[in-house]
């Protein structure tokens, strides 16, 4: 069982930054692979940024590619999303989610453990 807290979230004016966290409790954390998915109103949750259970395989959607940087550090149980030249379509409630398999994965359903989401703004 694993169970995910992200904080990090916020109002930010276009062309700013944040920092996302998602904090993990369990001691298998590392064998997981992470991923962090976004929502927003009247859209389909999509993936953003998912990194493999050791770090070396990353992925990231289109819209945030050379913007966005996943990372993790296995030995304090977190993940995290730097999100750079943010833009207003950016704004969705930001979610972390865990992947059993440990293996990079874009689709929901792969996952089997998810956060209960922070909200990002990005005023234009």
């Known amino acids: 069982q694993v169970q995910l807290v992200e904080s990090g979230g916020g109002l930010v004016p276009a062309g700013g930054s944040l920092r996302l966290s998602c904090a993990a409790s369990g001691r298998t954390f590392s064998n997981y692979a992470m991923g962090w998915f976004r929502q927003a109103p009247g859209k389909e949750r999509e993936c953003v940024a998912a990194?493999?259970?050791?770090?070396?395989?990353?992925y990231y959607a289109d819209s945030v590619k050379g913007r966005f940087t996943i990372s993790r550090h296995n030995t304090n149980n977190t993940v995290y999303l730097q999100m750079n030249s943010l833009k207003p379509e950016d704004t969705a409630v930001y979610y972390c989610?865990?992947?059993?398999?440990?293996?990079?994965?874009?689709?929901?359903?792969?996952?089997?453990?998810w956060g209960q989401g922070t909200q990002v703004t990005v005023s234009s």
């Open positions: 989610a865990a992947d059993r398999d440990g293996l990079i994965s874009r689709y929901s359903d792969d996952y089997n453990y």
């Open positions: 990194i493999s259970w050791r770090g070396k395989s990353t």
